[in-house]
């Protein structure tokens, strides 16, 4: 889905900006690229949950960076956790379909690894750029189960 569709934010980690989108459960192609399956959503399943990456001096998204998304209750209990990895949609994200038993506020915890990729150099840092993994928590994140 688009941007706008949903709730969402973004806030800057070190050298990334970090947004995430929420969106009602949404199905996905899925295994052997030259044989994908379609995976609709289980039953339990209520929301979309998207992160992006972006470098924040460039502006550029991030890819190859695997994580997980934990979402919080109120009490700081965990709801639930599921792996994030990358998606091609409308645009480039990290998503994954989460199960909440209400509409609430929640705290959204993602932590990401640090990408893989070799890096060109730059006169400033000799190449030395996105080299920390991201913890960010997006808090009071209100979070509807009620569909489209």
Known sequence: GQPHD???GEQEV?????GYIVEPAEPWWEGDPGNLTLRKPVPSETNHIEIL???AATGL????MEGTLTVLNESGEEVDSNPLQLYRGD????PNNFSFAGSAAYTL???MQTPTFLR???????????TEPI??????????????
């Open 120 to 130: 060109h150099e730059t006169e400033e840092k000799e190449g030395r750029v996105l």
């Open 14 to 18: 070190g050298d990334y900006r970090v």
């Open 53 to 55: 990456q972006f470098e």
């Open 6 to 8: 949903g709730e969402g």
């Open 61 to 64: 998204f991030v890819p190859g």
């Open 91 to 94: 645009f480039y994200h990290y």
């Open 109 to 111: 915890r993602a932590e």
């Open 135 to 148: 913890v960010v928590e997006f808090e009071n994140v209100n979070i509807s189960t009620e569909g489209e």
